[in-house]
Antibody, heavy 119, light 112 residues
Framework: QVQLVESGGGVVQPGRSLRLSCAASGFTFSSYGMHWVRQAPDKGLESVAVISFDGANAYYRDSVKGRFTISRDTSRDTLYLQMNSLRVEDTAMYYC????????????WGRGTLVTVSS | EVVMTQSALSQPVILGQSASISCRSS???????????LNWFQQRPGQSPRRLIY???NRDSGVPDRFSGSGSGADFTLKISRVEAEDVGVYYC?????????FGQGTKVEIK
């Protein structure tokens, strides 16, 4: 069955960096677009970034452009999110999400990894 | 960015009764391929979101037929018939027609 397991979260000071990972299994990783979606404590859901199935294209929400980089390693079936220049408002649970057939059709979610940005 | 607006933040419901959750988008969600990329997600307390409905009215595998989606253009509804205790949680609509995908603010379904 499809499994998405995130790791790499933690507590970090503003301005520092963190790299999240998502280990995928149970499906052909190289055939699907992948997303990072975040949820601030007791708040709603917000899409952060997407990467195409082949890694050729990536898109970001405006608030993270230039600071976050999404990437994937098909040899390891792993998705990444490099987060630089972190801000307090980036504090959230970060979910790795598989897309089914384009247009952000999110069919599987990981359990999430918590990122806390605080001085 | 397309704004998704859910009509209620909270929906108290009696066990066994029905609940309807409304969602409106700031523009039509019909894509040029003719599809409408509107999804519904359930997030139980302490869990990740789970998709219930995709492309307005298609139920995901394993989702009870008590859940149904309807609507068109910019106006959509999720209906839960015969609410059970396990249905407690927050429900989100989400559009995938435009980048970035955007979510409604969520509607909390609780037992009255």
């Amino acid at each position: 069955q499809v499994q998405l397991v995130e790791s790499g979260g933690g507590v970090v000071q503003p301005g520092r960096s963190l790299r999240l990972s998502c280990a995928a299994s149970g499906f052909t990783f190289s055939s699907y677009g992948m997303h990072w979606v975040r949820q601030a404590p007791d708040k709603g859901l917000e899409s952060v970034a997407v990467i195409s199935f082949d890694g050729a294209n990536a898109y970001y929400r405006d608030s993270v452009k230039g600071r976050f980089t999404i990437s994937r390693d098909t040899s390891r079936d792993t998705l990444y999110l490099q987060m630089n220049s972190l801000r307090v408002e980036d504090t959230a649970m970060y979910y790795c999400v598989k897309e089914d057939g384009g247009h952000s059709q999110f069919d599987y979610w990981g359990r999430g990894t918590l990122v806390t940005v605080s001085s | 960015e397309v704004v998704m607006t859910q009509s209620a933040l909270s929906q108290p419901v009696i066990l066994g009764q029905s609940a309807s959750i409304s969602c409106r988008s700031s523009q039509s969600l019909v894509y040029s391929d003719g599809n409408t990329y509107l999804n519904w997600f359930q997030q139980r307390p302490g869990q990740s979101p789970r998709r219930l409905i995709y492309k307005v009215s298609n139920r995901d595998s394993g989702v009870p037929d008590r859940f149904s989606g309807s609507g068109s253009g910019a106006d959509f509804t999720l209906k839960i018939s015969r609410v059970e205790a396990e249905d407690v949680g927050v429900y989100y609509c989400m559009q995938g027609t435009y980048w970035p995908p955007t979510f409604g603010q969520g509607t909390k379904v609780e037992i009255k």
